[in-house]
């Protein structure tokens, strides 16, 4: 079994920053990529960023490029996403996945594996 485990939502107020973590477990995840989506009320799912397990390159939507910073840490298991510089077009429920395909994959095939979500709210 695939666990994917969302944390670190929260309030902040526009121009601040939050850490979102998602904690994996169940597989060794070589060759797979994980990364990050989001949605609000009424709208699809979103595309936010991606992340290949292995190499560690980053791939990001046009909306997030220079503000968002995904990582992972193999040894925690964990892929982060750092999140600067918050608008309120930035609050949304995100969401973790993971899918065994390359990472450049992740904003154009939905992946199989998602995790709960967690709420991030910008707001003054």
């Known amino acids: 079994q695939v666990h994917l485990v969302e944390s670190g939502g929260g309030l902040v107020q526009p121009g601040g920053s939050l850490r979102l973590s998602c904690a994996t477990s169940g597989r060794a995840f070589d060759d797979w990529a994980v990364g990050w989506f989001r949605q609000v009320s009424g709208k699809e799912r979103e595309f936010v960023a991606s992340?290949?397990?292995?190499?560690?390159?980053?791939y990001y939507a046009a909306s997030v490029k220079g503000r968002f910073t995904i990582s992972r840490d193999k040894a925690k298991n964990t892929v982060y996403l750092q999140m600067n510089s918050l608008k309120s077009e930035d609050m949304a429920i995100y969401y973790c996945a993971a899918d065994y395909f390359d990472a450049r994959s992740m904003g154009v095939v939905r992946p199989t594996y998602w995790g709960q979500g967690t709420q991030v709210t910008v707001s003054s």
């Open positions: 992340i290949s397990w292995s190499a560690g390159n980053p």
